[in-house]
């Protein structure tokens, strides 16, 4: 039971410090834009815009 407890701990935790890690690479994105704009995980050519032969053009 309490090895239970431990999994569900670290799982709560490891989940927390991802979404805060993403709200704070999001704020110094926003704070310096200089830097260019931000590339969310899981966008880009090749996941989900309807990338054919190297070029990539977005979905209507």
Known sequence: ?????????????????????????????????ELGPVKEEGLGCGKTCGCKKGSCSKES
Do not use: C, D, E, S
């Open 1 to 33: 039971m309490l090895n239970l407890l431990i999994t569900i701990v670290i799982i709560f935790t490891l989940l927390l410090a991802w979404v805060l890690i993403q709200q704070a690479a999001r704020k110094y994105a926003a704070n310096h834009p």
